[in-house]
């Protein structure tokens, strides 16, 4: 970003061997070892309907799901195998999930210039070679998984998979079929759904993601609730909320 501010365009990666100082959700601190994948990705949204650049975290997710599929197809020691269903998921609104654990992380922000110009930035945080610890939540690895998928291998993949799913979000006029690819790699999706907004605590089936990317909710009597953000529980999980 302080790229942009100084007049940087981008299509831009920065790519860490390791990070100190990152930036999660919600301003929380992120260390990420080295042997992980941490990359951001400089995008520019000038021509860009302001309502659809926050549909780009679904491109990214859907980007970073295809990369992991092709980096870990081959030269696997998973005893999953490359030949079984993936076990990467895509979690709402900004997670990929493997096997149920946290494995990756996306994070957007835009800005715009005071003389013109916007652009978002896309944060990627993969674990490739090593899990966090001390989480409130279940997280894993490849490596842990039995992948010997390195970092620079899945950041070529994901260099041309970015581009594949920009080229088919078209600037936000191809959002649907982003839509159609997310939902397919989608975890939880007919499943007990929480998520907390605020002091609001909403539960039910997670139904689908709508056509502004927001989560779908169904409670018991049938009626249907969107979700524009919020901190997501699924299955069992969400049941405990």
Not at 86 to 112: H, I, M, Q, T, Y
């Amino acid at each position: 970003m302080d790229l942009f501010r100084a007049g940087e365009t981008g299509p831009l990666w920065i790519v860490a061997r390791r990070q100190e100082a990152g930036r999660g959700r919600r301003g929380n601190a992120w260390l990420s070892e080295t042997g992980n994948l941490t990359a951001s990705l400089l995008w520019p949204v000038d021509a860009v309907d302001p309502a659809q650049v926050p549909t780009l975290g679904f491109v990214a997710g859907v980007a970073l799901v295809a990369a992991l599929k092709r980096a870990t197809a081959s030269g696997s020691a998973s005893p999953a195998g490359p030949a079984c269903e993936s076990p990467f998921r895509l979690k709402w609104p900004n997670d990929v999930l493997a096997s149920d654990a946290k494995l990756a992380g996306l994070l957007l922000e835009a800005e715009s210039r005071p003389h013109g110009g916007r652009a978002v930035v896309m944060g990627f945080g993969v674990n490739v070679a090593a899990t966090p610890q001390g989480l409130p939540y279940r997280a894993t690895c490849l490596r842990q998984m039995l992948y010997d998928t390195r970092a620079e291998d899945l950041f070529v993949q994901l260099t041309d998979t970015i581009v594949d799913a920009a080229r088919l979000w078209d600037g936000g006029r191809g959002f649907s079929g982003i839509r159609e690819r997310w939902i397919a790699d989608a975890a939880g999706i007919g499943a007990p759904v929480s998520v907390r907004t605020g002091d609001t605590l909403v539960h039910g089936i997670f139904e689908t993601i709508d056509e502004a990317g927001r989560l779908v909710v169904r409670s018991e009597d049938g009626t249907r609730r969107t979700v524009t953000a919020g901190e997501v529980h699924l299955g069992t999980a969400a049941t405990a909320a």
